[in-house]
C-alpha cells in the first residue's frame, strides 16, 4: 500500500500569522506519507523561494523534492511541488502549464515505491470556475498524453461546489477519496483540497490530519489516502 498526501502550506505562513517551515515539516512528519503534492511551496515575489528549503529536507525529514523548479531559488512551478521519500525512485518530472486567468500550473512526477510504478499530479487551480475546468481538461490531457501509469491527481482546487464544474469533469475518469473538509483549518468547512485516483486504485482508508500543529501550521489543513492496487 501506498501514502499519498496534499497540503497547501500557504508559503508557510500559519493562521497565527507567523512564517515556520519547520512547523510545516513537523506536520508532514505526523501524517507520514510516501508522496507528498505541496501547494504555495514558494514564496510568492522576488525569487520566488522555497519555504522548505533542500537543506531542512535532507537533514530533519524523510523526503526529497522532484526536480521540477525552472527557478534557482524555487521548489516547484507556480508553488506547485512534489516531495517523494527519500528511498523512492523520480524516473521522470515535468511542470505542466496550465491555460489561466492568473498565474496556475500543474506538476507531474512519475515515482516508483517500493517496486510500484504510478504518475503523480500535483495542482492548484483557478478561483474562476470556467478556467478551473480548462484547467482540468488540459491536466487531464496532459496525463493521458504520457505513456499509461496508474496515477494520483491532488491539490487545492478551490472548487466550492459539492459534484459540478471540475469535479464532474475529474468524475468521469477519477475517483475521489473522501477525505472531508479542509478549510478554513481552524473551522473547516470547505472541501476544496481533493485526492482523486485513477481505475488502477482502490482507496483503502482516508482522510483530514487535524493536529493541532495542522491547525497552527497554515490555513489549509492536509489530506491523506491510503491505496493499493485495485
Not at 519555504?51 to 523548479?69: C, R
Not at 518530472?93 to 499530479?121: F, K, M, N, T
Not at 464532474?168 to 473551522?187: I, K, L, N, V
Amino acid at each position: 500500500m501506498i501514502k499519498v498526501a496534499s497540503y497547501n502550506i500557504r508559503k508557510g505562513i500559519g493562521t497565527d500569522r507567523r512564517r515556520d517551515p519547520e512547523r510545516i515539516l513537523q506536520v508532514l512528519c505526523e501524517i507520514g506519507a510516501d508522496v507528498v503534492a505541496l501547494q504555495e511551496a514558494d514564496r510568492r515575489f522576488g525569487a520566488r523561494a522555497q519555504v522548505l528549503d533542500h537543506q531542512l529536507l535532507a537533514e530533519q525529514s524523510d523526503w526529497k523534492a522532484a526536480p521540477l523548479s525552472l527557478r534557482a531559488a524555487s521548489m516547484g512551478w507556480h508553488g506547485n511541488a512534489i516531495l517523494v521519500h527519500k528511498s523512492a525512485a523520480i524516473d521522470d518530472c515535468a511542470a505542466i502549464h496550465l491555460p489561466a486567468l492568473e498565474p496556475r500550473g500543474a506538476v507531474r512526477a512519475d515515482v516508483s515505491v517500493r517496486g510500484q510504478a504510478l504518475r503523480v499530479v500535483g495542482m492548484h487551480l483557478d478561483l474562476s470556475g470556467l478556467w478551473r475546468r480548462k484547467q482540468a481538461h488540459a491536466i487531464m490531457g496532459e496525463v493521458n498524453g504520457a505513456s499509461r501509469l496508474p496515477t494520483v491527481l491532488m491539490g487545492d482546487l478551490n472548487e466550492w461546489s459539492a459534484a459540478s464544474g471540475c469535479l464532474r469533469d475529474f468524475a468521469r475518469e477519477y475517483q475521489f477519496a473522501a477525505t472531508g473538509p479542509s478549510f478554513h483549518a481552524r473551522h473547516p468547512v470547505g472541501r476544496l483540497d481533493r485526492i482523486m485516483v485513477s481505475r488502477e486504485w482502490r482507496v483503502v482508508d482516508c482522510g483530514v490530519h487535524a493536529s493541532a500543529t495542522a491547525r497552527k501550521a497554515s490555513d489549509h489543513l492536509p489530506i491523506w489516502a491510503v491505496l493499493e492496487p485495485a
